[in-house]
């Protein structure tokens, strides 16, 4: 959810597994560049909605795929899953593991007022409606059966610690699948 | 989600505030009987469903809030919401605290299947079918909105605590909130 703190955690995870991290709302970001469109929250929104509407629910999770191809990684962290159809498009790559990062919804327009960085919401009225949206792709279901859940409600330094003990149970519930 | 231990902690939560627990399933369990039919799990899914098609997706939370009228307590704690607009609902009673309690999909699995409790699953299949029929009702958006999340990927003692300590932020918020 907006203001969880899902990239940091993201980043964290990535950096103790020497993993890349592949963001999804750059790929929608390079995608408002490309159509020459400025890169404002609106737009990335707008454009996210169309590439959807027009290629399927699981179109940002395919361009995913093909940028992972392309970075000849041993494995890959994506940062901002919106639902279990990109789940499942995300598995052909290989085994996925599911990280939620949650705070309380007090917390998250907390922070998101205080961060002011582009996109973020200045009413509750706006952080209210950003919460809808993703609940609308299915971000909850993602959540419910997450593999790991990290909670955020603690200050950055207790939050890295957190990240850090879920990298290395994903290293090694990787490690004992391919029988290291 | 099935499995997840929330009964567990409802119970640990509602002891520890001296509140009664309202179980959602067993206010369908009622009907069920009402109904002179066998309480089976499937009589009760299909009961809940034909309820909800009848008098809308917030008919269960209606029953409780007539339930919960009829107590006359404090508060108290529902156990097994499904959706927001069951949220919705109850937030008629007063000021809702939404406390999701999350084990890892392997965890509730293994669990489910050791229990053997009625209506508890018996294979794989049978527990990704539970789980979606949980997921269509809306339960993520619930999940990932909640205003505490307990993680339970530890014993019945380390559950217990945990669910205490959320227990006690409750009772402090709703404090803070009274003015006392």
Do not use: Q, W
Not at 34 to 50: K, M, Q, S
Not at 75 to 96: A, F, I, N, Q, T
Request: charge should be neutral; aromatic fraction near 2%; charged fraction near 35%.
């Amino acid at each position: 959810m907006p203001g969880s703190g899902k990239s940091t955690v993201a980043r964290v995870i990535a950096e103790k597994l020497g993993y890349p991290v592949i963001v999804m709302g750059d790929i929608v970001r390079e995608e408002v560049a490309r159509r020459g469109l400025a890169i404002t929250a609106e737009n990335v929104e707008r454009v996210a909605r169309e590439l959807r509407e027009l290629r399927g629910p699981g179109v940002v999770a395919e361009m995913v795929v093909e940028r992972a191809g392309s970075l000849k990684a041993e494995g890959v962290v994506v940062d901002g899953v919106r639902s279990l159809e990109e789940v499942r498009v995300l598995s052909r790559l290989g085994k996925v593991y599911i990280v939620a990062v949650h705070s309380p919804p007090s917390l998250r327009f907390k922070r998101m007022k205080e961060r002011g960085r582009e996109g973020d919401i200045r009413s509750l009225e706006e952080f209210r409606l950003r919460d809808e949206a993703n609940l609308e792709l299915g971000v909850g279901s993602v959540i419910a059966l997450a593999d790991y859940m990290v909670v955020n409600d603690c200050s950055l330094e207790e939050l890295i610690a957190r990240a850090e003990r879920v990298a290395g149970e994903i290293r090694d519930a990787s490690e004992s699948r391919s029988g290291g």
